[in-house]
Nanobody, 123 residues
């Protein structure tokens, strides 16, 4: 069992940056591949980024490629999402998730989820 807590959300102007953190407790984060997802009001949850256990493999949604960077520090049991050049359409609740097997683009492949952190982008 692992518990995930996201932090770092807030209000930012379009074009600005935020860094989200996801800290795990209960089990070491290195046992899991990790992903970030988001859900905007009235929309389905969508994949944002994923990273494998060692941190050497990453994958991004096309909508964030080149602007967002996922990384992890297994010694700190933390995964990060650096978000640059934020757009109005990036506003959502962002969730981190842990996968016992592969970090895919599919929410059903993830075993544990955090409660989410709100990101608001203003014009």
């Amino acid at each position: 069992q692992v518990q995930l807590v996201e932090s770092g959300g807030g209000v930012v102007q379009a074009g600005g940056s935020l860094r989200l953190s996801c800290t795990a407790s209960g089990r070491t984060l290195s046992s899991y591949a990790m992903g970030w997802f988001r859900r905007a009001p009235g929309k389905e949850r969508e994949f944002v980024a994923a990273i494998n256990r060692a941190g050497r493999g990453t994958n991004y949604a096309d909508s964030v490629k080149g602007r967002f960077t996922i990384s992890r520090d297994n010694a700190k049991n933390t995964v990060y999402l650096q978000m640059n050049s934020l757009k109005l359409e990036d506003a959502a609740v962002y969730y981190c998730a842990a996968a016992a097997l592969l970090a895919t683009m599919t929410p059903h492949d993830y075993n544990y989820w955090g409660q989410g952190t709100q990101v608001t982008v203003s014009s």
